[in-house]
């Protein structure tokens, strides 16, 4: 008998693991095959796209789209703000959320649930667009690379996960005794909080870097520079110019056409473009998503 209710056992585990895989399979396609369809309709002829012939594979395999994006010698200055603003918005970003949350996650801390609440209610209600600028305006950051940042420095949601982090995650005992032997909130701050909540700030670091690296609206607002322009609104001019080009050439007989086959075929380009670096730098960090975001999520 006992036989039987274990072999009965060690089948339902079994069956119960095949649901489980064949779940994970079925959600990994769905998060996938779009992203697999956008690379092969970059590299395929529109027209075909939209008839429905490019479901698995290319058809009329073209690379077209990449040569017009990358034509424009604006590209290469985009990339090479969007990486510096990345860089440099994220550091930002990192450090205010970890200054903001760590005297908040301190039950001594005078006005401590006061504080709390100002931070969450900003969560809900805000200026809006015209009285932002209008303070960004007055400040002299209209042209600056600090408009980017400073604004909206610290994301009050990742600040809570942060705060809870450190409240349930990191040993109080820990710091106690740190503070026993003599270290001030500042050392432990140093030495303790920071080493041990990596896991966290590995997925601060990725959300930050996800945010500032698609942010476009922001930098046509603030910067009116071309030459400041990071790569997402740099995509976006090079696709108004060619839907721009095409809509000029519908005069001429045939030339609407091609040009009209030229802007879809950069509109596919232009998302693998922007896309591909958060794309490649996103397995490296994965592994301390599911720690972090656990931690952090616990309720405080």
């Known amino acids: ?3 039987n209710k274990k072999v009965r056992l060690g089948m339902s585990d079994r069956m119960s693991d095949l649901i489980l895989v064949i779940i994970s399979i079925c959600l990994i396609l769905i998060v996938a095959y779009p992203l697999y369809y956008i690379a092969i309709a970059s590299v395929s002829n529109p027209y075909d796209v939209y008839a429905g012939k490019t479901f698995l594979l290319p058809s009329g395999f073209s ?22 603003y990345t860089v440099i918005g994220t550091i930002f970003s990192v450090v205010m959320l970890y200054i903001t949350a760590f005297p908040l996650a301190q039950e001594d801390l005078p006005g401590r649930k006061f504080i709390s609440l100002f931070f969450i209610i900003t969560m809900y209600f805000g200026g809006g667009l015209i009285p932002t ?13 600090w408009a980017l940042f400073i604004p909206g420095g610290v994301s009050v949601s990742n600040m809570i996960l942060v705060r809870n982090y450190f409240q349930h995650s990191i040993p109080h005992e820990l710091v106690e005794a740190a503070q026993i032997d003599g270290c001030d909130k500042l050392k432990v701050f140093l030495k303790i909080i920071i080493p041990l909540s990596m896991p966290i700030m590995s997925v601060m670091v990725v959300f930050s870097m996800v945010a500032y690296w698609n942010d476009w609206f922001t930098a046509l607002i603030y910067l009116p520079k071309p030459e400041m322009a990071p790569l997402p609104l740099v995509l976006r001019n090079i696709l108004i110019k060619s ?7 519908s005069t001429i007989s045939g030339g609407y ?12 380009a232009s998302i693998v473009v922007a896309a591909a670096p958060m794309l490649i ?3 490296f960090v994965q592994k301390y998503f599911e720690k972090g975001m656990m931690a952090g999520a616990v309720k405080g």
């Open 63 to 84: 690379l077209k789209g990449y040569s017009a994006v990358f034509a424009d010698n604006s590209i290469y200055t985009g990339y090479f703000n969007s990486i510096k």
């Open 1 to 3: 008998m006992k036989d």
């Open 243 to 249: 839907s721009a080009s095409a809509t000029q050439a």
């Open 257 to 268: 056409a091609e040009l009209n086959k030229l802007t879809e075929m950069i509109k596919f």
């Open 281 to 283: 730098i996103y397995p």
């Open 133 to 145: 600028y209008l303070v960004v305006k007055e400040t002299g950051l209209i042209g600056n690379m």
